[in-house]
């Protein structure tokens, strides 16, 4: 039972569900980004290099046979993945940057005095006790 329940520890832990979280939300956004690479941002490129669509670009290193089908570097496909990490990483770097932001005007906020220990409370109300039965 000792090592059911240290993984069970180790899978509950709040860090290994935020980032199960954020996993399961950045395959999520991986999908929204290829989508908006493939179908918004590169048929407009490929009208402007000349009706070029670029999943289609491709080298023939050995035309097809009878036997074997025809062997192709398809830098098409390889110029569309890049296309789409340029994106999410300039979409990450914008977040990141809007949480340090935040981070900073956290730091930059000055935070509330903390709250008297007990002792100092008690002895305040010892000084303002003295202070209420001596003359003055």
Known sequence: MGMLQEFKTFAVKGNMVDMAVGIIIGAAF????SSLV??????????????VDFKDL???LQEATETAPAVTLN???FLQNVFDFIIVAFVVFLFVKGINSL???QAE????????TAEATLLTEI???LKERSPM
């Not at 991986?30 to 980004?33: A, D, L, N, P």
């Open 58 to 60: 491709a080298a023939t």
């Open 109 to 116: 906020a000055p935070a509330a005095p903390p709250a008297p």
């Open 75 to 77: 830098y098409g496909l």
């Open 38 to 51: 493939a179908d918004v941002f590169m048929p407009p490129l490929g009208i402007l290099l000349g009706e």
């Open 127 to 129: 000084r303002d006790l």
């Open 103 to 105: 981070r900073r005007k």
């Open 30 to 33: 991986g999908k929204i980004v």
